[in-house]
Structure formats: structure tokens, C-alpha cells
């Protein structure tokens, strides 16, 4: 819950599936080779309230990062609906929700296009109509040949202007229409080339510097999606997540490069809030560059710039590195040749010029960190121009910032990633993924791959930043003492689904599903009583996700499994059946080696003495305990038509007496805060049966 009290959820993830197609190539198409499931996330719903961190548990392989990383949008759902802050995913993906804000060079270069677009368009028609309709202004006296090119370049030229034109209010179809016809013009070119080369030389370069300036269009359109500015991944291995070759500016710019930020927001007002000193405001006007919000935080709809101005005295040096060091102040004469000498720490200005009117007064002017201003003066008025930064400076500036935010200096931006310890190198990673202020963070076994040491340091960290950022998270782990460290609350994965979800305090004191218990049971405590506690580990391997159980999928190694009415056997016992039908049903009992052992011939050679024997030794060899008369007697007749070859009877003589109901009904989370997705739990919501979706 976020601190306010309000449940507001800022991720809600519903029915989301994510299978990874196996045999899925052309080849195995083409050989009819039906593609494998592997069912990594099988049906996940829940809830990520905002500000909270909502912690992933669960053995290797459970679906955990695949979770992670589809809910990012890193691997696309199978199916399933994924919404951030109330909106949907795919929608905050899609095309039509793009930045708003285009750059005027984007603008610029859609206009070139849309110009190359009428000349060809223009030049068509004057070849097509010189050709064929006596239509000759300017005299191209156009052959019949050149007349019907004409034609079809009067025509892309048309596509190539309604492509431009969907550029430049960014649909999707106005890309591929722009691409489909740039080509469509070289392929024209170069037929061209037979005809009237020096038309076809024009042609292909403007075809060329079209399909460049396209490009650039393309890179400003298609910036990768707004989603993906609001939420990060923290990687578990810092060394291998971090690209060797470049320094650690560059990996904590690359993001901010990649989603060209800083981005301005048209709608936001720009203003300044003026003080003087000693300058009549009359003479004074301030313009501030509507896209200062790019350098400071805007306050709802407006970004206002505290600005500064005072006289300054003749000879005077100001030097910014010895004021506040959360401003910069910028400094010019009233003459327009100041002396400005920039330093990586700050600026100085020196003031001695006299103005360009005769006074000897000089003009200081102090603005906020991160714009710069520029003083001009005429004999009326004195302007001051804000603006920010350039974009590369800003870009600096925040690298620099998020190194200090994460504790290391950021004088080592030019340092690489190796010259740093495993600690400081996933503080690197926090910082890029923080890099675009994103409110929900993944973080895939943050500390994992960390001395123990340094592990507590990095989880202080991200705690102090959550609080300070307002950040959500989603924490996976399998190491259940940073879990309940983290947490707020805890869902348990096991094979693709959740088995149950609640607030940490309650999962860890009170677990519902055996799995959580058993996991929770595997923990190695530090006290001496608790060392002393039998422990009672999982038994058996995790099923393989291509080809999960029926029913609830930890049956198949469940310590409280549940049996049909009528049987009242030990967990043990009941398990060995269980175990035993498996095998069966896989047709994976060693007949020929307890065969060997009891020197009882196969097939007509055995006589019924020899079989019954070959039953015994079966029997004993997975039940050294013996079982109860009616229990022996079903295992002993299943066993019987195993010697005789019958495996599809035998499995189902065990089925009809041991068939539990965690076998035929999948049991779902229930709503409440804290649920199991158990047959044990009196309020287990049945599943219906599923579909899987297939390959294709
Ligand atoms: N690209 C892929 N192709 C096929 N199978 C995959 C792919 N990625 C993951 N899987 C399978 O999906 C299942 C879930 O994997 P995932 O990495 O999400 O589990 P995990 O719980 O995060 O495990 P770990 O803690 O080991 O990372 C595994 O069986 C894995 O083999």
C-alpha cells in the first residue's frame, strides 16, 4: 500500500502467459514437426500497488525473470493483458501514443521530403504530358518512353506526398508508404537510365538523400516507447551487464541517448520569476526558450526560472565556483565581448569592459544550474535570453548526478567497468536504470551474484531511493532472507504460476502452501534450536515446463498431496503409489534389470510362479514398507499387468483407486490478500480447463 494509505495499483498484470516455441523454424514446418510449449509463465494474475515493493520467489526456473521481463515488454506475452497505471501496455506501445514532441530537424527533414515528393510529382506530369497530351511548358519534348515513366513517377510522387504527409502526423502507414515508394522511385531511376540519363542521375541522387533523410525521420519517430521511459530493469550480474568497452558515462548516457533525452513538452508554460538590484525593471525584458523544462522540473503545467539580475562593477571577476554550488551564475559586461571563460567546475566572467552605451556598469545575471543566459543591451532596453543547455550538457549533467546519487564520485566517468569492485558496479547499474527517472524498476536478483558484504549496502541503497523516488518494485530473487528483508509482499512462483501471494509478514509466519512451507523449511536458520528442526526439503525434481502436471503442479512432489476418500494411507506411502503410477504411466520401470536379478525368464518362456515372483521383487523394491491388505492388493494387480505387458491397464488400476482431486482440478488464487492456489484451502478457486495457445 502506498504510503498515503491508498491501494492504488500502478501494475495490474491479468492472465499473462508466456511460452517460448520450441521446433517452431520453417524446417520444422516444412517436416510438420508440431512445435514444443515451454510454458515458462502459465497464467499469472496480480497487482502492483505504487510504491510498494512486491517481491518473486521461487526455485531456478520457476518463470521468474521471464515474469520480469515480459511485464517490461523485453519478451512479448504469449497472451494476457499487462496495464500500467491504468492503461494498457500495448496501447502506451503503440505508435499513435509516441512522444508528441517531434524536433524541429525531424520536422525539417519530413518537409524535404514531402518537397522531393512535389518535384517528382511536378516532373512526371510535364513528362507524361509532353509525351502524350501536347502539354510542353517548359519544353522537355519527352519521348514515349520517358512519357510513360512520367506516368509512374507522377504517381510515386503522389504516394511519396500522402507518405510524407502520414510522417508528419505520425501514422504508422505514412512510414511504410514513404519506404514502399522511395523504392519503388530507385527501381524507376534506374529504368530511367535507359532512357534519359541524365534524368535518372537526378532521380537516384534525390531518391538516395530521400531515403537518407527518411532515416533520420525514422529515428525521430520511432523512438523506442514511452512505456519503457517509465520503467527499468537492475540486471543480477554486473559484470557481464555492463559492456566492457565503454566507460561508465557512456553506459549511464546510452539510455538517455537512446530515448533522446532530455525531452521537452510542448505543453508545458515556460516563465521567469525576475528580481533585480539596482536595474530598473523597466529597461529590462526577459525571453525564456519555451523548452527550458527540458533543464528544470516543471510545477504541474508551468516551469518557471528564477532569474537574477543585478549591476556588477567594472574589473570585477565572478567566479561560480565559489557560489552556491546548486547555481550557476553567468556574468557578462554590457559590452557584448565579456571575457567568459568556462571551466568543467563553474564559470568566470570577467567584468572589466565598458558598456557599449558608456556606462561602466556591468550586467550579472543568475539564473538556476542548467540554463544559460545571454545578456544583450541597447541604448533602451537591456534583454536577457534563457535557455537550456544543450542536450550532450544536460546528458552530463544527470550522469554525473546519478553517479553522486549512488555513491560513487563523479569525477570517474571516464573510467571503465572494470577499474570498479562488484558493488560499485551494480551501483552503475542502478544508476542507468534510473537513468530516465523511471516509477517502476525490475530487480532481477540485485545481490545475488555479491559478496554477502556488499549485499546489504546495495539493498540500502535501493531502499533509500525508493523512498526518496517514489519508486515501485518488482523484486526477484530465490534468496528468501533478502525477499523478507525487501518486501511489503511476496508471491511464490512455481512452474509459470503464482501459488500464493501475500504481505511478507504473513507469508513467512503463516505460509499456506505447502510449497511456500517447503521453501521456507530449506532455509538454513542461524539459531541452534532451529538448526536442530528436522527439515523437510522438497523431494524430486522440477517437472519440465514443455510438458507441466495436470492439476496443481506441485502434486508430484507435494508432501500433503490429497488422497481419495476411502484411502487413509501415510503421506509416504501414498507418495510411493504416486510415484509408481508415474513411472508406470511413463512406461519407465526397470522390468528387464528386476527381471535379471530374479533370473525369471521373459514371455512364454516365464511360467505364473516366475511372474508372481518378478511381482514380489517390484513390490519390494518401492515398497519396503509394507502397505495395507486392500492397498497391497491394488498395487500387486497393477504390478501384474505390468509383467504382462499390459502398462495401459496397470496405470489405470492405480488411477481408479488413487486419483487425487490435485491431479484433475487446477486450483486458482483466490481474491483475497493473502491466498494459496491449494486444495487445502477452503476458499480454492476451481480452475477451468485451458487452452494452449499454439505456435503460431
Ligand atoms: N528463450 C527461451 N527459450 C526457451 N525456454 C526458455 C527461454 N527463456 C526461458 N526459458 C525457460 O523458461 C523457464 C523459466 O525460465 P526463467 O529464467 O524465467 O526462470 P527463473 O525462475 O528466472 O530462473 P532463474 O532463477 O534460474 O533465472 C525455464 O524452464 C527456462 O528454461
Known amino acids: 500500500m502506498s504510503e498515503d494509505g491508498s491501494d492504488r495499483s500502478l501494475l495490474r498484470v491479468s492472465g499473462l502467459r508466456k511460452y517460448f516455441f520450441e521446433q517452431n523454424t520453417l524446417v520444422d514446418r516444412l517436416l510438420r514437426t508440431d512445435p514444443v510449449a515451454v ?47 491504468g492503461q494498457n501496455v500495448s496501447d502506451i506501445e503503440s505508435y499513435s501514443e509516441a512522444p508528441r514532441s517531434l524536433s524541429v530537424r525531424a520536422y525539417l527533414l519530413a518537409g524535404v521530403l514531402a518537397v522531393f515528393a512535389l ?104 523512438r523506442p516507447p514511452a512505456f519503457r521511459r517509465e520503467t527499468a530493469i537492475l540486471f543480477q550480474d554486473p559484470f557481464s551487464s555492463l559492456d566492457p568497452r565503454q566507460s561508465i558515462g557512456d553506459i549511464i548516457e546510452a539510455p538517455l541517448k537512446t530515448h533522446d533525452w532530455p525531452i521537452s513538452d510542448p505543453e508545458i508554460d ?50 561560480t565556483t565559489a557560489s552556491d554550488p546548486g547555481e550557476l551564475t553567468i556574468a557578462t559586461p554590457s559590452s557584448l565581448d565579456a571575457d567568459v571563460i568556462t571551466q568543467e567546475t563553474g564559470v568566470s566572467v570577467d567584468v572589466s569592459g565598458t558598456g557599449s552605451t ?35 550538457v544536460l546528458r552530463k549533467h544527470r550522469v554525473q548526478f546519478l553517479l553522486r546519487r549512488v555513491g560513487l564520485s ?27 527517472e523511471p516509477d517502476f524498476v525490475v530487480l532481477d536478483e540485485p545481490t545475488s551474484a555479491l559478496d554477502v558484504s556488499v549485499q546489504a549496502q546495495v539493498l540500502n541503497l535501493l531502499d533509500d531511493l525508493q523512498d526518496e523516488l517514489d519508486l515501485t518494485y518488482l523484486l ?40 511456500t512451507e517447503a521453501l521456507l523449511e530449506s532455509v538454513p536458520r542461524a539459531s541452534t534450536d532451529e538448526r536442530n528442526r528436522t527439515r523437510e526439503t522438497i523431494s524430486g525434481d522440477v517437472p519440465s515446463p514443455r510438458n507441466p502436471p495436470s492439476g496443481c503442479r506441485f502434486r508430484t512432489r507435494c508432501p500433503k498431496v490429497i488422497q481419495p476418500d ?74 501384474e499387468h505390468v509383467v504382462d505387458d499390459d502398462w495401459a491397464t496397470a496405470a489405470d488400476t492405480l488411477r481408479e483407486r488413487y486419483e487425487s482431486v490435485c491431479e484433475t482440478v487446477n486450483p486458482g488464487l483466490a481474491t483475497e490478500r493473502h491466498a494459496a492456489a491449494c486444495h487445502l484451502r477452503t476458499d480454492v478457486r476451481k480452475e477451468p480447463a485451458e487452452t494452449i495457445p499454439s505456435g503460431d
Open 270 to 319: 515556460a516563465n521567469a520569476d525576475v528580481t533585480t538590484d539596482g536595474i530598473g525593471p523597466d529597461e529590462l525584458s526577459v525571453h525564456v526558450d519555451a523548452n527550458v523544462d527540458k533543464a528544470l522540473e516543471p510545477d504541474g503545467s508551468t516551469v518557471t526560472v528564477p532569474v537574477t539580475v543585478r549591476a556588477g562593477t567594472a574589473g570585477e571577476t565572478i567566479d
Open 410 to 436: 563523479p569525477d570517474q566517468l571516464d573510467r571503465y567497468p572494470h577499474e570498479f569492485s562488484g558493488g560499485q558496479r551494480q551501483r552503475i547499474g542502478i544508476a542507468r536504470a534510473l537513468a530516465l
Open 358 to 392: 558608456g556606462s561602466d556598469r556591468a550586467i550579472v545575471v543568475e539564473t538556476p544550474e542548467l540554463v544559460t543566459a545571454t545578456v544583450n543591451r541597447d541604448s533602451e532596453t537591456i534583454t536577457v535570453s534563457i535557455e537550456p543547455e544543450s542536450d550532450a
Open 476 to 515: 526477484i530473487s530465490h534468496d528468501l532472507s533478502v525477499i523478507r528483508h525487501v518486501c511489503d509482499r511476496v508471491a511464490v512462483m512455481y512452474l509459470g504460476e503464482i501459488v500464493e501471494i501475500g504481505p511478507a509478514n504473513d507469508l513467512f509466519t503463516d505460509p499456506q502452501h505447502p510449497y
Open 119 to 222: 518535384a517528382t510529382l511536378v516532373g512526371g506530369v510535364l513528362a507524361a504530358g509532353s509525351a502524350f497530351a501536347g502539354f510542353d511548358p517548359v519544353g522537355t519534348g519527352a519521348s514515349t518512353p520517358l512519357g510513360v515513366l512520367g506516368v509512374l513517377w507522377a504517381l510515386a510522387g503522389a504516394a511519396l506526398l500522402a507518405g510524407s504527409f502520414g510522417l508528419a502526423t505520425q501514422r504508422v502507414w505514412g512510414w511504410r508508404l514513404a519506404v514502399w515508394t522511395l523504392g519503388a522511385l530507385l527501381v524507376l531511376a534506374i529504368a530511367t537510365l535507359f532512357v534519359e540519363p541524365i534524368v535518372a542521375v537526378v532521380g537516384v541522387v534525390a531518391s538516395v538523400l530521400g531515403v537518407l533523410s527518411l532515416f533520420k525521420i525514422a529515428r525521430a519517430y520511432f
Open 566 to 639: 476411502d484411502v487413509e494411507l501415510e503421506q509416504s506411502a501414498y507418495r510411493a503409489i504416486m510415484d509408481l503410477r508415474q513411472r508406470i504411466e511413463d512406461r519407465e520401470l526397470p522390468i528387464a534389470r528386476v527381471r535379471e536379478t530374479v533370473d525369471v525368464p521373459a514371455g512364454d518362456e516365464s511360467t505364473a510362479a516366475d511372474r508372481a515372483e518378478l511381482v514380489d521383487a517390484l513390490y519390494e523394491r518401492y515398497f519396503a514398507n509394507d502397505l495395507p491388505d486392500r492397498d497391497r492388493s491394488t498395487v500387486r494387480s497393477a504390478l
Open 39 to 85: 510454458r515458462a509463465v502459465d497464467g499469472l494474475s496480480f497487482e502492483i500497488e505504487e510504491g510498494e515493493t512486491l517481491g518473486l520467489v521461487g526455485e531456478s526456473g520457476s518463470g521468474k525473470s521471464t515474469t520480469g521481463e515480459t511485464i517490461l515488454d523485453l519478451q512479448s506475452p504469449t497472451i494476457g493483458d499487462i496495464e500500467y497505471d
